[in-house]
């Protein structure tokens, strides 16, 4: 909706500052109106929820298990990094491996499960990896973990699970001790039999909707059944497309590879619940505090979510999560990770849906911003993290993290540009001043044109006419909230600053890559040659690649792989690619668009 009366818009600055006030008065309630015997009470269930994590010394957690004693004809060392991983994984029994790339998740991974195994804790793990890293998966089992039997039921199609049945078409139990591998394309055939999904899909659809009430009771309210049918569908849909039981194989450990696959399980803010006094004291869901959102759950997030809380509640744990990078810096991905590994833990800690994880930790704001079509909003923003240290050691409660400079991992010799540093024996030192390289590129005649409007309007000037069909306004966007638009009409004088304000900042962005991404230059749409020659970054940037390609050439050495990253003007991809084909000299199989805006 787009607010054009004033009044209306002096309501919703009154909102966007309420919750700061609230904060702010029930601060000064907790520190100077309390009585001590009340504020002796809120410290000790604080410390009770939140400071009862003691850090583990995981030297003192008895490791033993079955392993090669060779591998390449060299004596097999457990390194202390891989004996920590089994060590983390055993004593929380769930956990996640966010071991930098080159450190060893693979082999961690494969001596948890060893361990697992030997020690009794589970008889028939599944592995769940990516396409393209099965065969290495298989070859990695047997390379460390010989002994072990190996079920490679790939994507679980109808030949592999015909092969797999009995002659009668029942399905067998996976060998004791034996360890299942299969694709993310294979997990999604795995389901539960009908008793079960009927035991787990209540409790599991009202964890997804962050409610501890019955269905029958959301149902006593439209609004709420509307507002999570999504999530309903997406549950039905995961448990739809499945060809064998859980409850048949046996599986009782999950091991999820590449994990941030997953990670989008709970993607909104859900209200909780209260009590209706109008609808027969029924319990309905109130409207939430929050209004971020990532779009929709992915359909590999809630099967994994719930084949890890079908064996966390049959086993107690028996979860290993494995990724490099588990989360961005999203409070909605955290708490989706952290609820794979062990939701259990979390209603332990009170912390049992979004609403209270963002209570406890996340400071919100409504702010006034521009869109990606410049027209001015006031939106739910994330200023930052409230407790973080609590918030810290409840991540690192659940998580492993190692970097590759930790435990020595060989590194290439990185040159970054600008270039300050280089790598000696293995550390970073900085460069004397005369060997330090710059990359301060001026801005072309046209763009310095540019931005003296850009900088004249943001000081009140005249304003810029545009036409809104920028190509530059197709950058990929993250999470986002409820927006509200706001005619400029219902804004007072410092609002409407601020919006001049954030506009050119919106715009210089885009005109300091190029002219052309600019909505308001009337330059239209660019050839391949415009677009390159006008912006001096693209040009340098096409320039550093053809002496790249020249330095192989002239060498007779295979040609380096580059990745170009741009976050906006997606739209203008080809023309990259066009002068990368006709100026540099790769052919046109030689040079790919990836984009999730683009689908050919």
């Known amino acids: 909706k787009v607010i ?34 009340d504020k002796s009470r809120v410290e000790i269930q604080w410390n009770r929820d939140f400071n009862n994590i003691v850090g583990v010394n995981y030297n003192k957690i008895p490791v033993a298990f079955r392993m090669n004693k060779y591998i390449g004809g060299q004596l097999l060392d457990v390194r202390p990094e891989k004996r920590d991983a089994v060590a983390f994984t055993t004593n929380n029994g769930s956990g996640l491996l966010a071991y930098d790339v080159g450190v060893g998740k693979t082999p961690s991974a494969i001596f948890t499960i060893s361990q697992f195994i030997d020690l009794g804790y589970c008889s028939r793990p599944i592995v769940v990896v990516p396409n393209q890293t099965y065969k290495q998966w298989i070859s990695e089992f047997e390379s460390f973990a010989g002994h072990l039997k190996i079920n490679a039921l790939y994507n679980l199609s109808d030949s592999i699970i015909a092969d797999f049945k009995a002659v009668n078409g029942d399905t067998p139990e996976l060998p004791n001790g034996s360890v299942t591998i299969v694709t993310y394309e294979g997990m999604k055939k795995i389901g539960f039999n009908e008793q079960t999904e009927n ?16 269905l029958s ?47 989008k399980v709970f993607t909104n803010v859900a209200g909780e619940a209260e009590e209706n006094l109008g609808n027969s004291g029924k319990a309905v869901a109130k409207k939430s505090a929050y209004t971020l959102s990532a779009g929709t759950p992915s359909g590999n997030a809630i099967k994994a979510f719930t084949i890890c809380q079908y064996i966390q509640r049959k086993t107690g744990g028996n979860t290993q999560l494995l990724t490099a990078t588990p989360f961005t810096n999203s409070p909605l ?39 990606s079509k410049m027209k001015p909003q006031r939106k739910q923003v994330i200023l930052g993290y409230n407790n973080l240290i609590v918030m810290q050691d409840l991540i690192r409660r659940f998580i492993s993290y190692k970097t590759g400079e930790e435990v020595g991992v060989k590194r290439p010799n990185k040159i970054v540009i600008p270039l300050r540093e280089e790598l000696v024996d293995n550390v970073r030192m900085k460069l004397p001043e005369e060997k330090q390289v710059d990359s301060i590129l001026p801005m072309s005649a046209l763009q310095r044109e540019l931005m003296d409007k850009i900088t004249d309007y943001a000081s009140g000037g ?16 993250g999470e986002g909230s409820e927006e509200i638009d706001i005619s400029t009409d219902a804004m007072d004088d410092k609002e ?64 380096s792989g ?39």
């Open 199 to 214: 035991n787990l899909f209540s409790s599991l659809t009202a964890i997804l909707m962050q409610s501890t009430e019955d």
């Open 562 to 600: 580059i990745v170009i990253y741009m976050d906006r003007g997606v739209k203008l991809f080809s023309l990259i690619k066009e002068w990368l084909v006709k100026k540099v000299g790769y052919s046109d199989d030689e040079v790919g668009i990836i984009s999730s805006k683009l689908y050919s």
């Open 333 to 371: 991905e955290i708490y989706s990770m952290l609820s794979m590994i062990s939701h259990r833990e979390l209603v332990k800690q009170n912390l049992e849906n979004l609403n209270v994880f963002f209570d406890n930790f996340i400071e919100v704001s409504y702010e006034m911003v521009i869109n």
């Open 4 to 37: 054009y009366d004033a009044e209306v818009a002096a309501f919703e600055r009154l909102k966007s500052r309420t919750k700061q006030e609230g904060d702010r008065l029930f601060s000064i309630f907790l520190n100077e109106q309390l009585n001590v015997n």
């Open 217 to 263: 009771a959301k149902k006593a309210d439209r609004a709420a059944v509307k507002a999570n049918a999504k999530t309903e569908a997406l549950l039905g849909v995961a448990l739809s497309r499945t060809k064998l039981d859980i409850e048949d194989l046996g599986i009782d450990y999950m091991c999820l590879d590449e994990a941030h696959a997953a990670k």
């Open 496 to 559: 409407k600053a601020g919006v001049r304000v954030l506009k050119a900042l919106s715009w210089s962005r885009n005109l300091a890559l190029s002219p052309y991404l600019f909505d308001c230059s009337g330059l239209g749409t660019p050839t391949y040659e415009q677009y390159i020659t006008t912006s001096n970054k693209l040009l340098y940037t096409m320039e550093c690649i053809a002496s790249i390609k020249a330095h192989h050439e002239n060498n007779n050495t295979p040609q």
């Open 462 to 477: 005249a304003d810029i006419a545009c036409d809104n069909t920028s190509v530059g306004d197709d950058n990929e966007s």
